[in-house]
């Protein structure tokens, strides 16, 4: 599961220019006040895109069912996590020493990987389109073949596979964790990056116990600017491959019975075109759309249903298709 966002003081829509133009509506990303965008938001607008939209604009608590599925799944999460490392709560004080403990989390990381060994809750952060995009991969490993592997783990309330939609979300989630793995191991994920896109200072220096947990783990820093050099150096002369292979492993949540595993077939083309389009609706280039016809299905387990002007045009539309009625 993806850790929750930081939220920026929302940007004005007034045009800079003064009076008497017209004013321009903000880019969803400036009207929600978002500093980025997680892997799950982007897979999440392949389900639904209007939903997602919803889940910004008027956040509700899930139902009790999906409720229960997020914290099994939680609790599976960090079981396994626990099994690789154990973990330890640092004290923050500021945007910069939160995000130095997720950085620090990945330089950790990468000499496990090049010793050939496994890991789980891996951050990865990178620019997609013009828009900082941040995830969590469930675990990275190295197969039988000596394979880069990713492993996500899904968890179910019922007991048999996911269906078609489901396991198109999934793919598509999987794929963007190794499209931006691959970009970072490559050097592309370069320091200015966070000061340009999430607005983090460099100069800021790092709380106390956050320099004396670096310290540990081997890493002598000051500021923020100096891990954000280190991760960058780190990565591009690692030697860590690009993830080879993708897998989902769906298990039933009540009695964790694994249902079966996927292998996700990748293509870096199509990820690409699907996550520009996604990303144009964050950046203003178009409106939010819901679901085909077709896939009415999901509406009918939808929290924002009730409220979904999408689901009732396409609802009008398809009664006007069908025609009036015909008394007996």
Known sequence: PEEPREAEEPRSARDPDGAGKRKRAPRPLDRYALHYLCVTDLAGQSWCEQQAVFGMEEPRPPAPETAALLDTGKSIHLARELEVHDLVKIPTTSREDSWAIKILNLLSVIPVLQAGGHVRELPVFGVIEGVFVSGIIDELRYNTKGELELNELK??????????????????????????????????????????????????????????????????????????????????????????????????????????????????????????????????????????????????????????????????????????????
């Open 155 to 328: 968890t179910r309330s019922r007991p048999f596979m996911p269906g078609e939609a489901q396991r198109k979300k999934d793919h598509f989630q999987v794929s963007l964790y190794k499209y931006i793995f691959d970009t970072m191991v490559q050097g592309q994920l370069k320091p200015d990056v966070f000061t340009n896109y999430i607005h983090l200072r460099p100069e800021q220096p790092l709380g106390c116990q956050l320099r004396k947990h670096a310290q540990k783990i081997g890493f002598m820093i000051t500021s923020f600017g100096d891990l954000l050099e280190l991760m960058h150096l780190n990565l591009m002369f690692s030697d860590i491959p690009g993830i080879d292979c993708l897998k989902i492993e769906y298990s039933h949540q009540e009695s964790s019975v694994p249902l079966g595993t996927e292998v996700v077939p990748y293509e870096e083309a199509t990820v690409k075109e699907k996550a520009q389009y996604y990303l144009a609706y964050w950046k203003g280039q178009r409106e939010a759309r819901g679901v085909d016809i077709e896939e009415a299905w999901k509406c009918q387990s939808c929290s924002y249903s009730e409220i979904c002007d999408w689901r009732k045009k396409r609802a009008k539309g398809l009664e006007k298709r069908s025609g009036p009625k015909k008394s007996k």
